[in-house]
């Protein structure tokens, strides 16, 4: 791994290190790989212009923030022009892995969505998503206890 004087690995390799997970965040986000892809890209290209993060910044952290910024920004973007259109979504690692939780996020209003995944799968504190997002830290906690109540049902199914 190269990894600069400031103790941050370079942007090559940090793109090789975390581009295939935020692909798959953004895609849980989004509902379409494609555009996971797009928005990841977007991303890196962001991290391009900031690099070399502080020492003390986490790379996997600010990636995530980043890309679920860009993501949430498009998709309000695409909306107030008319253009929020239905994609068939090309989410198969998803779908395979297991087809009913994927419908059930999807069914998710997407800051709840982002809100879920920067909270269980990346370990934020609401504080931080609730800054991450823009939004008050007690629409975070509503967020995430609706959107655990819709994905209760789905997910005790599996276990049983």
Do not use: C
Not at 13 to 32: I, K, T
Not at 43 to 58: G, H, I, M
Not at 130 to 149: C, E, F, H, M, P
């Amino acid at each position: 791994m190269v990894v600069l004087a400031t103790g941050v690995p370079s942007l090559d390799e940090a793109f090789r290190l975390h581009q295939p997970w935020l692909v798959q965040r953004l895609a849980l986000v989004v509902g379409d790989a494609e555009e996971a892809r797009d928005l990841a890209q977007q991303t890196f290209v962001r991290a391009a212009e900031k690099w070399p993060l502080p020492p003390e910044q986490d790379v996997p952290r600010w990636l995530a923030v980043v890309g679920l910024r860009l993501a949430l920004n498009e998709r309000r973007r695409r909306r107030l022009w008319g253009f929020l259109s239905v994609r068939e979504t090309d989410a198969t690692w998803a779908i395979q892995t297991n087809p009913d939780l994927w419908r059930a996020l999807m069914s998710l209003e997407p800051r709840a969505r982002a809100a879920l995944v920067l909270t269980v799968l990346d370990g934020y504190t609401q504080d931080e998503v609730a800054t991450a997002l823009g939004v008050a830290r007690g629409t975070v906690a509503s967020w995430i206890s609706r959107s655990r109540d819709r994905l209760r049902p789905v997910l005790e199914d599996k276990v049983r």
